[in-house]
């Protein structure tokens, strides 16, 4: 069971900060309504020392968070927070749930600064607002990072102006006036509610303020561990998301799809007779295969299997591991510096096709008519979607709407409004709401996959010291189709060149080297072949640091250290150093261990934050060759404690939970999670046989630290722990058999399952063992 070792309260040995006043708007509405004016500080690089430093590189200038946060600043000020009547407060928040609780995080941070009970903080999800612009993407673990200072700031005028109006109608100085729990007081023992309040406050025109916030070492929420406000509704079956939607009319619909990726519809043989079948009340063609709309899903998979398609080719017919592979080695990037007067390592590491696999697959809910269109789906960049959506239909945008619902999972996936387009263009064949779902086997096969690459590594050292580090990293092109959120760089990034443009971007952006080791180039280089791509969790990091950390151990080993006292002695940063000791420490790293099992560690910092990881893991025959049902048991990993340092953790319950997710990403990565392509398609067709990470992998003992805030500003967390615990995982299984692994995950060599067929592309309805399906 994991166990969270809890910190002091936030701020304590926080570097203090300035209380600034910030600007934001009183707008013009019936009850007070407010909103931010977003002018943040970013933080400074940290500086290196040691006996050859390596020179900042661009992440620790001006990483991937906080451009996104840049580009979210223009429009900041057009989010806002409105007290109602009733006493709550309503804030419906341009980033997407999809599991990262990002609602619980944002409601802390509004009952923080208003002083409200949570219970009276009500978030909900904006619908697509093309007139945030960059403000409405979800990614790169930044929702915090950017929404942190605007709705804190929001939040204080509003109790500001709550104050001025008690104050004014008890004519009263403001300052004399106290709020608690949505209460206002006097010295007198006069009381007013928020709600009470929120017709007289509110503003006849919008206008410009400023506001203080309140200090950390005032927080009472924020830092304190805080259960999800979603909780109930998720365990109790509440909780609602696109497929328990009720739209009039919307009927299951689910696409029958071709035998390799993007292939093309020749001809339907029986369309007459599917189109005949029990509730089928539409079959038409689309660009991805046959829709199919029926009174039950039961009924769409009999109609998807009896269908007989005349397919025609697709993007990637010829393509295999094996020939994807031969061609990221032929496009490799060479390494440059060669080993003069210096002992070498090379080495070169495979890592496999990986699904962005999450529990809910694509779907959507759509209602096109010849006017308007209305759009219900899980969606991280929804603009995008609005605007493609308008454009595929020849629809002005404000006549296409588009609500974002909270998604079952995410990993990069929902990035892309795949299901939405899909749903729309049906809808609009068919002329009627579909309700789209997508089969497991089509998440599987036709489904956006974090591509395979290839990472070469060339260490030159001498007398103790790391002279150079080279990292070569080629991959498949990874599709950021989406953009920044919006429809210009998201038209930009389909360029022939745009993509590469991306690309190099958010691998220059987010690739960085925390070790003092000489001369460092990390470059990127993309074969462009047409799969279905994506971002997936941490996106370059989990492979590229993969790769680093492994050499890290094979440098200690060469220069006869410990690994934990060569990490120790390389790196640059005190704060990284900090949480490396804490996981050693509470890891108990050093420890004897039986042959065939053994201890990893390894670190990451990104976003602003730093994860370290300690696994143990063992590989003995009697471990590895265990039976298990439909499956490959391996190496199992017997013991996790990961230590974060988020700078500030606003819910450090939400971050334990976060990090779990994280360690259990990793081992995934490491031992089992992958695709295996053959002849154009993945043999994976369900979570039968697409291995993520099972009962028998994960460590029956996983502990979590959330350290105490450092920098006094939130850093990202949501994917923070992935890349240091697949490292940490390989690291562990290159001690326990005494050989450095260069093929991930370990498994895939083994193919433990009979592929499903791909005609038909779903397996036969599931029935209850009576005569109907359902």
């Not at 005032?218 to 830092?223: A, H, L, S, V």
């Not at 067709?685 to 450092?710: G, H, K």
């Amino acid at each position: 069971m994991a166990h969270q070792r809890r910190s002091p309260a936030p701020g304590d040995g926080a570097p203090a900060l300035e209380r600034r006043r910030f600007l934001g708007y009183l707008l013009a509405a019936p009850t007070l309504a407010v909103a931010a004016k977003l002018g943040g500080d970013l933080a400074a690089p940290a500086p290196a020392g040691a006996a050859i430093p390596t020179l900042p590189g661009p992440a620790d200038v001006l990483d991937l968070g906080d451009a996104l946060t840049l580009a979210a600043m223009p429009t900041s000020g057009l989010i806002a927070i409105q007290v109602n009547r009733d006493d709550t407060v309503s804030f419906a928040v341009p980033r997407a749930e999809v599991g990262q609780g990002i609602t619980t995080t944002v409601a802390m941070l509004i009952a923080e600064e208003m002083d409200l009970p949570l219970s009276k903080v009500g978030v909900n999800l904006a619908d697509a607002r093309p007139e945030l612009v960059f403000n409405q993407l979800t990614g790169g673990s930044n929702s915090v990072r950017s929404l942190y200072q605007p709705v804190r700031t929001a939040a204080a005028i509003a109790r500001a102006r709550l104050l001025a109006t008690a104050a004014a109608q008890w004519k009263v100085d403001a300052a004399t006036l106290t709020a608690r729990d949505g209460v206002i007081r006097s010295a007198s023992g006069r009381t007013a509610t928020y709600g009470s309040l929120a017709e007289a406050a509110a503003a006849a025109r919008t206008e410009e303020v400023s506001a203080t916030l309140k200090k950390t070492s005032e927080f009472r929420i924020i830092g304190t561990p805080t259960t999800r406000i979603d909780a109930l509704d998720a365990v109790t079956g509440r909780k609602r998301f696109t497929m328990d939607l009720q739209v009039p009319g919307a009927k299951p619909t689910m696409v029958c799809r071709p035998p390799t990726i993007n292939g093309t519809v020749r001809s339907v043989a029986n369309l007459a007779e599917v189109k005949a079948m029990p509730g089928v009340t539409d079959v038409v063609t689309v660009s991805s295969g046959v829709a199919v709309r029926a009174d039950t899903f039961g009924q769409c998979i009999d109609a998807v299997r009896a269908l007989k398609v005349d397919w025609g080719p697709g993007t990637v017919d010829g393509e295999s591991d094996a020939t994807v592979e031969a061609k990221l080695r032929a496009a490799a990037l060479p390494l440059a510096v060669p080993p003069v007067l210096t002992q070498s390592i090379d080495a070169e590491f495979v890592f496999a096709f990986a699904s962005n696999s999450a529990l809910e697959t694509n779907c959507a809910i759509a209602d096109v008519r010849a006017d308007r269109a209305e759009i219900w789906s899980g969606l991280k960049s929804p603009i995008v979607t609005q605007e493609k959506v308008a454009a595929m239909l020849g629809l002005p945008i404000p006549a296409v709407k588009v609500h974002v619902v909270t998604g079952g999972g995410s990993f990069g996936r929902k990035l892309f409004g795949d299901a939405a387009l899909e749903a729309a263009e049906i809808s609009k064949k068919m002329g009627k709401p579909v309700k789209l779902m997508w089969h497991r086997a089509d998440d599987a096969r036709h489904g956006r996959t974090h591509p395979m690459c290839l990472s070469r590594v060339r260490v030159n050292h001498a007398l103790g010291n790391v002279v150079s580090y080279e990292q070569r990293h080629t991959s498949v092109t990874t599709d950021f189709g989406h953009g920044l959120g919006e429809i210009l760089t998201a038209v930009a990034a389909k360029l022939p060149v745009g993509d590469i443009g991306f690309s190099q971007t958010v691998f220059m952006l987010s690739t960085s080297m925390p070790y003092n080791f000489g001369a460092t180039t990390q470059l990127l280089n993309e074969v462009p072949l047409k799969f279905h791509t994506a971002s997936m969790r941490n996106v370059y990091s989990p492979n590229v640091v993969c790769a680093r950390e492994l050499i890290v151990d094979q440098l200690a080993a060469k220069m006869g250290q410990d690994p934990l006292t060569f990490r120790r002695n390389f790196l640059k940063d005190d704060r990284i150093r900090k949480v490396l000791d804490k996981v050693a420490e509470v890891g108990n790293w050093g420890r004897k261990m039986p042959a065939g099992t053994a201890q990893g560690i390894a670190l990451h910092h990104e976003y602003k934050s730093v994860s370290a990881v300690l696994m143990e893991i063992d590989c003995r025959p009697e471990t590895v060759n265990r039976k298990v049902r439909n499956g490959v048991a391996g190496p199992r990993v017997t013991k996790a404690v990961a230590v974060v340092d988020a700078g500030l953790p606003i819910n450090p319950k939400g971050l334990e939970a976060q990090t779990i997710g994280c360690v259990n990403d990793g081992i995934a990565l490491a031992l089992t999670s992958s695709l295996h392509i053959d002849k154009g398609l993945p043999l994976e067709a369900s979570w039968d046989n697409y291995f993520y990470t099972r009962q028998w992998n994960t460590p029956p003992e996983i502990e979590v630290v959330v350290l105490p805030a450092t920098t006094g500003e939130p850093g990202g967390a949501g994917e923070l722990a992935v890349a240091s615990s697949f490292a940490a995982a390989a690291c562990a299984y290159g001690r326990a058999v005494g050989k450095m692994p260069t093929r991930f995950p370990i498994n895939h060599g083994t193919l433990s399952f009979e592929p499903k067929p791909k005609v038909p592309p779903v397996p036969e309805s599931p029935v209850d063992g009576l005569a109907h399906t359902f």
